[in-house]
């Protein structure tokens, strides 16, 4: 281990442990941290899962804490602090000295050093927090208050209907259930059995006999889920979530009395055995087979599962099923298991399900529906958020027939069939040996930049063939999977806006209409993919490989034969599945604004038969017909060139066998080497000098109730060698803590303030971008150019060779990372046969770049970049109303004699882009 790297680990753990040991709290960095708490909340005033969330606690007991505002503003923490005499920053001091006690804190660490370093490193950063002995918060609260009391909350609960104005186009009813546990023991209980998944595997499933596959076919819905929701000390909520068409929305009684059969049926047949014992099955074979993640992610999972389960579940605790081995002990092996340990075990299960069952009830119910439907009818405004809705009682009438609902069986519904693609002890040998130790020894540099064996051609046809197959074994993860990837080379399938529509809809028909039997598969660790992109046709399969061959030959049988399978039978199926794709598309336009300047900054680097604007997306989808669609599927598969990659627990006689089956099923003709699709290449950006202003897009913020001002700047490189494509990473890492600390922490500008390297083919963008509810668009394109035309001076000059080294090491441990997952080197393959680079070496290719790195070299790349060669562009999106709200952007007419002059409009960036691909052609010609 690098002694310095324990040294800075150690060091930052001694940063982190006095936020809690000797926090400042001064009152600068007091109202800074207001700021950004009102920047926060203002960006999170659109969105409808914030919007829900307020609501939902206003049905909880106004006594319970969990009824409080959740994320707070200036009005609460500031004006009405202000108001009432309170000192906000005392409050914070005192809120800290009550609660920040070594009792009441859970502290996870994940690192390579050893337990004896890691202890010390501990005990020196976190030692000195004081144990105060104070008693848990929920013990003044959980099981004293209830959470839902008749009268006490701001909105009624149960027997209600909650009818909410959405701000994207939403369709959606969901039922809920509280589950209020009587004693910390219950509590207990209900974490270690986990009840919920067992029945929301069963309220939840899309195979046959489901409650989906039942609504679909009314025509009702076009999703459907079912999970706990809100998770406290003292109760959870437990919620059925309906996706409504419009013949849905309006049969709401009829979609609440199906779901109220199924749970009628849970409650009086009894759930077959192997419902749980598959549940356990596949929840044990993902646990067999999971492979360490994100060290990031990791810690924070171990971290709140200490909050909630005992020291020997710390990691099992949220990731595997029946934690009890029996009433009276916890499951004590790490070992997979492929069934329940016992009778008794099962039985466990089964009564926690009973219960959870029994709560399920019509008088313990309410239901919250959203719809623009509602817009305009509604007599009531949430506070914080300003949501428009309604609440009302549920009629007795309606009650009394979900009561009284029909059997399950007599509107086809039933449990769950035996899962077929369950792989068998048998089918997960691995067939190549591979060492894989727990605890691996640590490479070194040399081995490290040591290349990973690339994929060998197996098979190939010549240019003007029908097939180029690319194979290689699993020699690094020694997992029973696998993963295919087939792709069909056809220009002809995305030409227009209507043919992308087109395409748009034939993958949401298919995926829709194969659903009830890859369902089952995909509960089975099993994953397909079907794209249709702007080179061809796509299919990707993935999972344990026992029984993936035969699951890719029957779904491209569907895709490519068995059309009628997998396209709509009539012209209201047709509409449902159109309807949805066009509310889809809409949610656009209710984006962040941060989130439209980085759309349409994208779109002007995209060639226009690459990537279609949202509007002509939508205006296409709104001419579609089925007819239409039946002709444009006719031909997808008719013509093209096969490419294939065969990566996993599979040899190379069953890869060229697997390749043979479905090339009889595709059978396309072939087509010649000069009618293959162009690759994507970026369009260049116009070249400004430093006098000259960059061309600025200036547009209109689609939202008008979005208050909110962004900006992104670009600066585009077109070079393509290694040394280019690191140094622009570098140049990221060097502005990109400055920047956040310049206009976020010292400016305020606003919450969302970031940098970062965006790869399109062989070019790469450095950007850099600000949302605000302070400053308007413009003033934040001005900050962040002050910023950039400062980095040079500051940020550059003054670096040492030892900053350097550490920017370069950063950049260097990053590509050295090794794979966790055979996904990540499959998907890493695919990218280099599919772009034709074929540079499979990559990694370590920029690795020696790196290491190669001068300061003069840094100097005079920033200079072609930001001075000699730059192509930047400024996108700012301008909202309609508001405090940072200016004049609304003209749609267009920048151009002047084919060049642009002035703030260009959202109409402009069609010329932007053909003077890109005119461009772009002369640097090919």
Known sequence: MDASIST?????????????????????????ELNAIDSENSKNLQNDIFRLYELEKDRVNSHHPYAKFFTGNKDTLLVETKRRGIDLRQQLVDFYDRYYSANQMC?????????EELRKYVAQGFGDIMNKGVRPPEDAWAFRVAPYAEGKSLVPAVKTIMEIVPIQELRQVTITWPVVFASKEEREDFRLNKPDYFVSSLLGHEGVGSLLS??????????LGASDNADLSDFVTF????????????????????????????????????????NLQLDELEWRYTTKGQQGQYVQSLVTAMDKFPPSLYVAGPRRLALKESSTTLLSTDAPRTKFRSTEQRDIIKAA?????????????????FSKSFEGKTNQVEKWYGTEYNIRPIPV???????NCSPASSIGLAYPRENIFIPSEKGLRVKKNVKNDDNPKKLTFEEKMKPITPPAVIRDDGEDGRWTVYFKQDDRFGQPKAFMIFQLLTGELYQSPLQAALAMLYQTCAADLLNEYTYDARLAGLTYDFQVLPRGARLTFGGYNDKLEDFASYVT???????????????????????????????FNVKQPYAHAIYYTALTQQPRNFQYSNDELVNSMKTTTLSQLKDYVKNLWSRGKGECLIQGNYNKQEALEIVETIDKTLAFSTISADQYPKRLKALPLPVTTPTQQPPRLSISEPNPSNNNAASQITLQCLETSEKNHVLIEIINAIIEEPFYTDLRTKQQLGYIVSSGVKAVDQSRTLSVIVQSNVATAEELTSSMLKFLDSVSEKLIAPLSPVDIELFVKGLVDSRLEPDRRLAVEVTRNWGEIASGRFQYDRLQAEVGALLDIKKKDIVDFWERLYVKERRMLVSEVVPKAGPVSTKEPALGGAYVSGVPSGVLGIKDIERLRENGERERAKMEA
Do not use: H
Request: negative net charge.
């Open 214 to 223: 039942y609504m679909k076919a009314k025509g009702w819905a076009n999703a």
């Open 239 to 278: 919620e059925v979530t309906v996706e409504l068409t419009s013949k849905g929305l309006a049969a709401i009684d009829d979609v609440c009395e199906a779901v109220f059969s199924y749970v009628k049926m849970l409650r009086e047949t009894p759930i077959p055995d192997y419902v749980f014992d598959e």
């Open 107 to 115: 502290l996870a660490v994940v690192a390579p050093q050893s337990m």
């Open 557 to 587: 049988a569907k895709l490519a034969r068995d059309l009628d399978d997998v396209l709509p039978g009539n012209e209201d199926e047709f509409e449902r599945y159109k309807d949805n794709l066009l509310r889809a598309l809409s949610a």
């Open 397 to 403: 009438s309606t009650l009394m027939v979900w009561e």
């Open 353 to 369: 399900c009973k219960d959870l069952i029994s709560r399920l009830t019509v008088d313990n119910s309410f239901l919250t529906v």
């Open 8 to 32: 800075r680990f150690s060091e930052s753990l001694l940063r982190f442990g006095s936020f809690f040991s000797c926090p400042l709290f001064t009152p600068s960095a007091t109202n800074r």
